[in-house]
């Protein structure tokens, strides 16, 4: 499944990368400059938002270092944990924070709490079948769609006619797509749009970001929630507006000022003791993906490039500035 | 082989004989030994066979047994800090138990070593003399007023105080902790005990590897706000930070001495470019026309669009703030009998519960639930969720987790108790270890592993506990759970999220009913396909033919079934919601045209029927099959037209009549009763009259009746069907309901593609098997195929068949990379054909990876294990006892 899960994930790929959105990437941004004496084998297990990007980057970085090997998986953000605890991977993938529960058992092996680096920027996108009309939603909107609980008082909708389509819409159920819970955005559309409220039993679980997408795609009147990442031409993201009823659209500059009301930072959990410094290995893949290069595949991938400003703060955290 | 005969005949010449064929006639050691080797090597791996499934269910045991424990408490250590003429008013304590902070009035903090009370020098909030202090503060002296109220968030970490003079200061009382190299250790650090060590300033930790854990006490206040007019005191405040890390939204509520309640908030936005942060400041009045002096408590919620006020005679006010321009009272609820004052009231993890406590040593959790009620303005309603019974005093102070349902209660004696609010117990009393003193203030650890109580006599109780899994007992895994929000008592599945102030909702009801459910109707569709395929090709099939299709129906067992579910989902789940009505009535169409197609067949002469027997027979089936699909695709719209109302999508969600539905549901059992009358009323003369024409007309004949037959089933059922709408009954909220692409029908139509092949291939086994002289001697008697297919193997074969169905069941139980692909796996409890669920093993696939182990939802999935090796252990050994009675019928044969 994973790997049907990959293949789709390189279509979905392939295609927004046609479908290129005008990314721009800070100018104080320096081309990665390789280094020697970097060589070893890196494995990554963790979110699967960041799972196309994550085989861009180790790719890339590999040019760079031929000897090096990366192997990469993806089922969801909450494996990323587990995983970096026992020690099977190096780098943890995430896209949402991590738990507290799960940084204490990381703490109660280690001693030490693990590293938080924020890698790229992801506005979380509703999207719809391409020949949805539909354009805006609001937050209350989707609470109202896809909780069960609909904590932020909303009224349950759950026709297209609720949300005020015509037509052969008016009548039409709303098919729901999302993750499965070990997804951090599965956690993050939770805990942003449906204030912490429960899912409805109707949402169709998808194992992967793709999953929801070709779910989309196949379905003329479902909606579903991922990454913008992995946004294809079957399917259309719409605007959201956030507390001030203004909609907004997923772009760089909505997600940079905070306008669009669910954008996030996707990040790699790193074992970092605090007082020695990272191994080479790591080190250069870090100052890899925080380069010129690094950011490039970052917006390849549909996601937003990290702000200078941050992606300097990242580096100076893992003592790589 | 003992007693090899000689192929020749006996000689005189013994020699000869000797020498040629002279064999022992004992059995060769070597071959005694093989065999009792064979017999011992078997017996063992039997034995181990036995072993392994029993080891398998003890680790799942093992395993899931935790789950049921109630946990620990240590015994108290007591010590006393001198707290001389301070009022205390909170307590803090680090993640790591080690450093305690005790906060009081005039903004002191006093701070010390959890495990021995060796008191390190504190820090102080100097209210006196800080930025931008209030001009009207009486900064020269150095004295400012003491605070009048105080407010902390859950975390601990902000705290707000509010002052004489109507403003409002917020600032931060935290423990910040850092990892520095052992060198860097201060060099006048004196041990404490229990191996920690301290400057007086902070304590440094041991922590693997040459390095230290420093934990130091930091405050930070911030400038003061005029919240109220100059000179009224404020009297309550509560204080929340919630937000995104990024976008931290500071909100307090105040209510001043005049009763006039505030709500304000600070929302800072980063600006990802620059860097910068821009906060905007935002003060609204609610108007609550309460008396000030009637007022125990306020409460706020993180994202402050909801304001409780609770009064002294056991009401709560809720005002909805979610438009703080117009906030307004939306609701007025009596949580304790009329004049109780309320001894403690707080908010869980989460915001969404309520813990009231009250003198009449009542403890209760309260949620606002959706009722679409008339009486509040919102139509949500405070409602009693959980009830703890009598408590032995009121409790008067309450603590709780940041990470769990979990709290803590100190009662009017001193006595502390550990809650859980999902599953409506106390967990544990924590041993007070001396006598009883009343408690000033009570904090719970961060990490849920230890609980603090000072006394109002400065006497400290610290106590470790360890409750692993306070969310699970049976009666949460099992039964009915009213949990926060949710209108009633419920079965719900829902086990993590991304924060941990969600309540997990662990019930495996939806999950077992899932597995029943898709086993149920993947047998539904694969049984009579499966066993009518075996019949078919073990007593009618030509020969030569048979030889082909058995390996073809295994060769389709041994396709991976995540093909099969991804094939399914993505390519079959489309065409099926385009086609639905079409395969809807599919059902009745296509063995209808087969059947039609036989009794056509009838009507050649004897000769041809003779000579096409076999493949063209066989074609001429698959044509008829062909024809069938073709007439359901150019009836399925003209049906839909006709009687659903143009769209059966839209009819399962509710619109038009119930009767059509119906009529198809019926359709079959009013096949069944017309047949079986109309083969009594025309039985015995009919053949006789039958006998005496030509066999095609004979043929025609049958045709015609056959033809008359299905007209009265069909009126019949279309009769039964409009009495029965018209009489209110409707399939949908039953076995149809709103139509979801991803369905147990998709599903089913995957898990019988699975399963069809394994009861075909046993079930045509076992009919094979069937001994030949019995065929042979019912064709003897003159009994047609189908007679002795019917009545002299099919009970012959009963129970290989019985076994078929069972080793089907037990594969469409345990079948799990179906039902994750083509399901949706959404844990719902109805028996909707067209929506879809969540199977036990598919729940186990998609949640292990993420399980933190010997979590509580790690033990819950093998548990989920367990549940599932118990459902297919008892189903197997019901079908293994079923099974030997048939056998022994059928050995009497």
């Not at chain 1, 349950?156 to 039409?172: N, S, Y």
């Not at chain 2, 930790?205 to 420093?214: E, F």
Request: net charge neutral.
């Amino acid at each position: 499944m994973k790997r049907i899960g990959t293949l789709l994930g390189a279509l979905a790929v392939s295609i927004s990368a046609t479908s290129a959105f005008a990314i721009d990437i800070d100018s104080r941004y320096t081309p990665y400059q390789p280094t020697t004496g970097v060589s070893g084998s890196l494995k990554s297990i963790g979110s699967d938002t960041l799972n196309n990007l994550m085989t861009l980057w180790s790719e890339d970085y590999r040019a760079q270092y031929p000897t090096v090997k990366i192997e990469v998986e993806g089922k969801g953000s909450s494996t990323a944990p587990p995983a970096l605890i026992a020690g099977t991977s190096q780098l943890g993938p995430m896209s949402r924070p991590m738990k507290a529960a799960e940084i204490d058992s990381f703490e109660q092996k280690y001693g030490y709490k693990p590293t938080q680096v924020r890698v790229a920027v992801d506005t979380l996108a509703i999207f719809v079948h391409k020949d949805n009309p539909l354009t805006c939603l609001s937050l209350t909107q989707l609470d109202g769609i896809f909780s069960k609980s609909r904590l932020s008082g909303s009224k349950a909708i759950t026709t297209w006619g609720d949300l005020g389509l015509t037509g052969e819409w008016a009548g039409k159920p709303i098919s729901l797509f999302g993750r499965n819970s070990a997804s951090g955005t599965y956690g993050y559309f939770k805990e942003v749009a449906m204030v912490n409220g429960d899912y409805l039993d109707t949402v169709k679980e998808q194992p992967g970001s793709s999953a929801v997408v070709q779910g989309v795609a196949a379905d003329k009147f479902a909606m579903g929630y991922s990454g913008i990442g992995y946004r294809t031409a079957d399917v259309k993201a719409i605007q959201v507006a956030g507390r001030d009823g203004q909609c907004v659209e997923a772009n760089q500059a909505n997600a940079y000022t905070g306008a669009y009301p669910i954008t996030r930072f996707l990040y790699i959990y790193v074992n970092k003791n605090p007082s020695t410094a990272l191994d080479p290995l790591r080190g250069e893949f870090f100052r890899y993906v925080l380069s010129l290069n690094g950011q490039k595949d970052t917006s390849k991938d549909g996601y937003f490039p990290m702000p200078y400003v941050f992606a300097q703060q990242e580096l100076g955290k893992l003592g790589l500035k | 082989m003992t007693d090899a005969t000689m192929p020749d005949a006996p000689t005189p010449d013994g020699m000869r004989r000797s020498v040629v064929y002279r064999r022992d006639k004992k059995t060769k050691s070597s071959v005694l030994l093989a065999d009792k080797l064979a017999g011992r090597i078997i017996t063992i791996g039997g034995f181990f066979v036995i072993l392994t499934v029993f080891a398998i269910m003890l680790f799942l045991v093992w395993v899931a047994v935790p789950l049921f424990g109630s946990g620990t408490a240590s015994d108290a250590t007591r010590y006393k800090l001198d707290l001389t003429g301070e009022h205390v008013i909170s307590t803090s304590v680090d993640e790591y138990r080690t450093l305690g902070l005790e906060l009081s009035q005039d903004g002191k903090l006093t701070a010390f070593h959890v495990p021995s009370g060796r008191r390190i020098s504190g820090l102080a909030f100097d209210f006196a003399n800080a930025p931008g202090a209030n001009a009207n503060a009486n900064t020269g002296t150095g004295a400012a007023a003491a605070p009048t109220a105080f407010a902390r968030t859950l975390q601990g970490d902000d705290v707000a105080f509010g002052f004489p003079d109507g403003t409002v200061r917020l600032g931060s009382l935290a423990i910040d902790s850092a990892i520095v190299p052992a060198a860097a250790l201060p060099a006048n650090v004196t041990t404490l005990p229990g191996g920690d060590r301290t400057d007086g300033v902070a304590i440094y930790l041991n922590v693997a590897g040459k390095q230290v854990r420093r934990l130091q006490p930091a405050v930070k206040l911030e400038a003061s706000a005029q919240v109220a007019p100059q000179g009224t005191p404020i009297r309550f405040l509560d204080y929340r930070v919630g937000g995104t890390e990024e976008r931290p939204v500071k909100t307090f509520a105040s209510i001043d001495e005049k009763g006039t309640a505030r709500l304000s908030s600070a929302y800072a936005q980063v600006n990802m470019m620059t860097g910068e942060t821009s906060t905007t400041i935002s003060n609204t009045e609610v108007p609550t026309g309460l008396n000030v002096a009637d007022i125990a408590s306020v409460l706020l919620n993180t994202s402050g669009d909801r304001l409780l006020v609770a009064t002294n005679d056991g009401m709560v006010h809720r005002f909805d703030t979610r438009d703080p321009a117009h906030a307004r009272l939306a609701e007025t609820e009596q949580l304790l009998p009329a004049g109780v004052k309320p001894t403690a009231i707080a908010y869980l993890n989460g915001e969404n519960s309520l813990i009231v406590a009250g003198a009449d040593k009542s403890l209760s959790i309260w949620s606002q639930i959706d009722r679409k009620s008339q009486k509040t303005a919102d139509g949500n309603v405070l409602t009693k969720i959980h009830d703890f019974g009598p408590q032995p005093a009121p409790i008067e102070h309450l603590a709780v987790s940041q990470r769990t349902r979990l709290f803590i209660g100190a009662d009017a004696r001193g006595e502390v108790a550990l809650y859980h609010a999902t599953t409506e117990r106390r967990v544990l009393t924590f041993p007070s270890g001396g006598k009883l003193s009343p408690v000033a203030t009570l904090i719970l650890a961060p990490r849920d592993n230890g609980a603090l109580a000072i006394g109002k006599d400065g006497e400290v109780r610290n106590w470790s506990f360890d409750v692993p899994h306070p969310e699970t007992t049976i009666a949460s895994l099992f039964g009915k759970v009213w949990y926060e929000g949710y209108p009633a008592p419920g079965y719900t599945w829902q086990s993590t999220s991304g924060t941990d102030s969600a309540e997990p909702k662990l019930s495996l009801v939806p999950l077992i009913f899932g597995t029943i459910k898709g086993a149920i109707y993947s047998l539904v569709f694969a049984v009579p396909i499966a066993l009518l395929a075996a019949i078919y090709t073990a007593e009618f099939m030509h020969f030569r033919v048979r030889a082909v299709v058995k390996p073809v129906m295994e060769l389709m067992a041994s396709l991976p079934s995540v093909v099969i579910g991804f094939v399914v989902a993505l390519v079959l789940s489309p065409i099926v919601e385009n086609w639905i009505a079409a395969i809807v009535i599919a059902f009745g169409v296509i063995p209808l045209t087969l059947i039609g197609l036989a009794f056509l067949w009838q009507l050649l002469p004897q000769p041809v029927a003779l000579r096409l027997d076999g493949i063209p027979k066989l074609i001429a089936f698959f044509l008829a099959m062909v024809l069938g699909i073709w007439a359901a695709m150019q009836l399925g719209p003209l049906v839909e037209r006709g009687f659903f109302g143009g769209d059966f999508k839209a009819w399962t969600s509710g619109s038009g009549s119930a009767a059509p539905f119906i009529f198809l549901l019926l359709l079959p059992l009013s096949f069944i009763a017309v047949f079986s009358f109309g083969g009594r009323l025309l039985g015995a003369s009919w053949r006789d009259r039958l006998r005496s024409k030509p066999y095609h007309v004979a043929g025609a004949y049958e045709l015609g009746r056959w033809l008359g037959l299905t007209i009265a089933a069909f009126a019949l059922a279309a009769l039964a069907a409009t009495i029965l709408g018209g009489a209110g009954f409707d399939a949908r909220g039953g076995i149809v309901d709103t139509y979801i692409q991803r369905n147990t029908l998709i599903a089913s139509f995957g898990m019988a593609f699975a399963v069809i092949p394994i009861i075909y291939s046993i079930a045509e086994d076992a009919l094979g098997a069937v001994p030949e002289h019995l065929r042979s001697a019912s064709l003897g008697c003159g009994a047609t195929k189908w007679q002795t297919a019917a009545w002299v193997i099919l009970p012959t074969a009963g129970s290989g068949i019985f076994s078929a169905i069972m080793i089907g069941l037990g594969r469409a139980v345990g079948e799990t990379m179906i039902v994750v692909m083509a399901t949706g796996n959404t844990p719902i409890l109805d028996w909707s054909l067209f929506n879809g669920l969540r199977a036990l093993s598919a729940n186990i696939n998609v949640e292990l990876p993420e399980a933190v182990k010997d979590s509580s939802l790690y033990r819950t999935l093998f548990l989920c294990g367990l549940v599932l090796f118990v459902m297919t252990f008892v189903l197997n050994t019901l079908a293994e006892i079923v099974r030997q009675r048939f056998r022994k019928r059928a050995a009497q044969l």
